[in-house]
């Protein structure tokens, strides 16, 4: 499968009073990978689907909070 997580690098000027971090990181969603609804996906529990927000296991994506607040995302 692909990885959800993207990592790009911004520029940095020379003159940048406050440059940003060297490494920034961005989610893309699971519906880029999937051209067409497969027939026979494979489908969640309705309580665990309810939990995690998606029917199928191919379209979840987690959030990592934790993440966001160490500066992992954007």
Sequence with gaps: ??????VYFPFVGP????????????????ELFIT???ENLPQYSPSEALRLGTLWPALFSP?????????GLG
Excluded: L
């Design 15 to 30: 003159f940048d009073p406050c440059p940003p971090k060297r490494v920034k990181t961005y989610q893309v969603p699971p």
């Design 63 to 71: 959030y990592n909070p934790e993440a966001d607040r160490a500066g």
């Design 1 to 6: 499968m692909y990885s959800q997580t993207r």
């Design 36 to 38: 067409f609804q497969p």
